[in-house]
């Protein structure tokens, strides 16, 4: 059995790397910068270099490790091509092959999101779980589908893109989703959708006394009146957490997942979000995947390096 | 390798047996009645008696067979535990076991409905696919989702209840599901729910002249008077195909599946059916997972037998 692999998170800034034991104890990370000149063409003989000078300045025996995992933001396929990454500049191409052949070392890719969910599976707020959807709420929604200890990876590698689930009709949202359709869950359910959500609510109800009026409206700020106890950042949190709990039911009828993980920057909001996404979870929910439990993720921005180790020793 | 199986498809009437090469061609099907008197004792020792009296029968050698698979409705985990058959009158126990002692043989046991979309996949509309979500359209809404070719149990044996998916909100659905919530998908686009929709329709449209008036409602009349061109049956099939393609696009937006089969008696309106989902199905889905296909099943119900077969053999 090798000792040692590489996790490595390709994002749009910087790209995360971690030295792991192959039983998952994260050793060393650090960043680098993503050059994304050049059609990201630099990109991989990067993480090439800072892989194999890692290896050079630990001494490490490169017959003790068992290769490098990598995350990449955009659709990846089972055997490693990548459908395009526009954040990188990247078109298609097969990334395994790519960065094996420059460093020697076995490579297993997986999209980014996708990937902190195996992480968050193997390690953090799934830990013991082999069937698993994992909610990342940020400036937009995205998920990751584990079902049997795997990725669900899709047809296209697009599966676990719940954000994009149809949660209202398209006549009755006149703002258009990033992805060009209208009434995405992402639209209401996300950074970016409490603050519409706060927006609309403080417009339709003008009369009502908040201290959320004096206030830059951000997720944090609406989550933080909340918690304060604040009536109408409670009715907006209310709103989001029926959306994204019924949304869920959906996926549930579906999957029949044991367990649901909260991540991204909104999930710092903390049980205030899990707590209300439960509560109409189990509202909307069949009821034999009622029981599905919901936990925050707990590896933060290196879930994804976690994760994409977790893909490479299998 | 072996040469034959067993493929086993208990229903609530009756349980369709049919004799298969491990390739999957079916050489004889036959079928007993289902006993349901003293709690289905008896059920599985007639499943039993069957197999070994064709064996016997066809003079068959015991050590050419690989073994038996069968679909039984209710919940089934992987590992063959049925957590209890209402229509059979079981509560919870391993049947792969206790048909393993009975016959000597091998067994594998699966969800009716999952091994049904199994059976698709192997020899029917879902041919050639491996990521694949049946739909069958009934008195309710079943389903069956396969990924890389095999079957998702889900924690409770509960995954591919697609019928249970919230479509509606609860406030606004005075009848309850079958199942106790309101909104089901179920409610609206299976053949009670076709029918639902016809009376609402028909109710709220008093003036509008259609032949449905003249008609017992059923899903197959209302089905052939939209195919015949009648305006009202057009608009309600147009309503029944919008509910069911907009929770399509939800399993897709998680799934991201090569192809949905669509199967069940409602099934048998056809293109008109599959033409209509496909059609909204695109409207909702997001745009990386527009292009999965629409097929209708062909295998009837022998799919259950089909994929019994395929759970054994794996």
Same mark, same amino acid.
């Given at each position: ?37 050049? =059609? ?10 800072? *892989? ?31 459908? =395009?990454?526009? %954040? ?39 830990? =013991? ?9 940020? !400036? ?8 049997? /200890?795997?990725? *669900?990876?899709?047809? %296209? ?22 992805? /060009? ?92 979000? !899990? ?17 599905? /439990? ?21």
């Amino acid at each position: 059995m090798k000792k040692y692999a590489f996790g490595v998170d390709v994002g749009g800034t910087t790209v995360k790397l971690g030295l792991f034991t192959v039983q998952g104890e994260l050793l060393e990370d650090w960043e680098i910068p993503t050059v994304k000149a050049d =059609g990201g063409r630099m990109i991989l003989p990067d993480v090439s270099r800072a *892989v194999l000078a890692k290896i050079s300045e630990k001494d490490l025996d490169k017959g003790d490790i068992e290769g490098i995992g990598i995350g990449l933001p955009g659709p990846v396929l089972e055997d490693g091509t990548v459908l =395009g990454a526009a %954040n990188l500049g990247w078109g298609e191409f097969n990334v395994s092959d790519a960065l094996s052949e420059l460093t020697g070392l076995k490579v297993r890719a997986g999209n980014d999101a996708n990937v902190a969910a195996l992480g968050e599976m193997w390690k953090g707020g799934g830990k =013991g779980c082999s069937d698993m959807v994992m909610v990342t709420l940020g !400036t937009g929604v995205g998920g990751g589908i584990i079902i049997n /200890g795997r990725i *669900v990876t899709g047809r %296209n590698g697009a599966a676990g893109e719940i954000g994009h689930i149809p949660v209202a009709e398209p006549e009755d949202e006149p703002e258009e989703c990033g992805c /060009g359709k209208h009434g995405c869950l992402e639209q209401y359910a996300s950074a970016t959708g409490a603050v519409r959500l706060a927006g609309r609510f403080l417009e339709e109800n003008k009369e009502i006394n908040t201290i959320l009026r004096d206030k830059e409206l951000t997720a944090k700020s609406i989550f933080d009146a909340a918690a304060a106890g604040d009536g109408a950042a409670l009715a907006i949190t209310d709103r989001f957490c029926r959306i994204l709990g019924k949304a869920l039911a959906a996926v549930a009828a579906a999957l029949d997942p044991e367990m649901f993980v909260i991540g991204g920057g909104v999930s710092k909001a903390g049980e205030i979000l !899990t707590d209300g996404i439960g509560k109409y979870y189990r509202e909307y929910a069949f009821h034999a995947v009622r029981g599905a /439990g919901f936990a925050l993720a707990s590896l933060g921005n290196r879930a994804g390096m976690y994760g994409a180790v977790k893909l490479l020793i299998g």
